[in-house]
């Protein structure tokens, strides 16, 4: 009996062994979670961005036009003075420019003289065919004088046969010969008025001015702006070609380099030295979204060790890369050069949202976010944890906190934030204590 009390005592503890032994390994082969309970917290936002210090104001290099650049020793971000050389100028292109140049002022001075020659000519033959016409007038009036006088002399002897006859008598042919006497003198007098005046208005005529004409004042005027240019060039060839800079700054753009001709525009930009500098730095939506026209931000330069607060004087939607916005921040004057890099940082404390969590506890699948919340229930061995899903909505996040929502969420789930295996809705769980 003894026997038999002890062996069953035996099995018993064998039992008991067995039974902790594939406890132990069940709970082995359980993943362990970690979790936490969603809490009330703002959700900040910190925007950090990096940009470069751009010049406040630009002034125009300009130029005459045409002009091929051979050489360019300044780049784009470079201090340069008063004085400093800018760019030369290719003078063997040069050279082909002042050739045309002559060709062009030879064909117009042909052109002059040609001009000058045919006026010449003209003149020459005015003043022959007013010789000629106040001839004419001369002897057109002499014929005629002589025409009228021939009749006058004709009417006299008329009127003194007619007396005569008188004396005897009465005789109507004479009278009739008087008559067409007088008729005779009338006549020659007003073809001579009539001959005198057609010749007096020849001479008339030819007095008359010439009609206007702009071509030698054209041509003139195109040799004199011919003769200034060829003038310029030959400035340009006495200088080498060396063109230097009008004023001081740094040179924020360069639109015509070497190889290429100047234009009627600009060679290049340099910062206007009487307006302050400004940092220019490139925001993504997600940035925007948390710094705005006039809101204040920490400034840092490189090469400065001083950190700035300054305010975001130009906000807007960038033209150079889409879905960007471009933040412009005005700097103190006197600090800052064009083409330094600098940043900026500030911060948003958010709303305040009843529910955050870490964003560790965030799935996503098929664009929907999710949880995975420790339940308890009734399991083999007794309570037990067990894993459940819940579909949330993110209302705001940052790299510590994430703003959610779920109908099935309050302020005592326990979020799996952490597991020691990949686990799903309805796996069994350890629980180690929450955060």
Known sequence: MKKVIAGFGIFLIFMAAC?????????????????????????????????????????????????????????????????????????????????????????????????LENQAIAEQKKELALARAREDYDTTARIQDTQVGRAQENYAQAQNDLEGEDINGEDKELKSALQSAAYGEADAKAARDEAVKQAERKVEDILLPDNASSDLDGAQMELSGLLAERKELQQIKDGQGIVTAPFGGVVTQILAGTGERTQDTAVMLVSDESLPCQLKVMLDKEQKKHIGLGDAVFVKLEGQSRELEEKVAYLAQSREAAEKYEALIELPKEMGTPGVSGSISCKDQGEKYELCIPPAALHEADKQYYVYVMKEREGILGEEYYVDMVNVKVLDRNDNQAAVEGGALDKESRIIVSSTKEIGKGDTVRWEDSY
Do not use: W
């Open 19 to 115: 039974t902790l032994i594939s406890r132990s390994v069940y709970a082995y082969r359980i993943p362990m979670v970690s979790t936490v309970c969603p809490e009330s917290k703002y959700v900040e936002h910190k925007v950090e961005a990096e940009g470069i210090v751009i010049a406040g104001g630009e002034k125009p290099v300009t130029y005459p036009p045409g002009f091929r650049i051979a050489f360019m020793p300044v780049r784009v971000g470079d201090r340069i003075e008063e004085g400093d050389v800018l760019f030369q100028i290719d003078l063997e292109d040069l050279e082909e420019m002042m050739a045309v140049k002559q060709e062009e002022i030879s064909r117009i001075s042909l052109q002059i003289n040609t001009i």
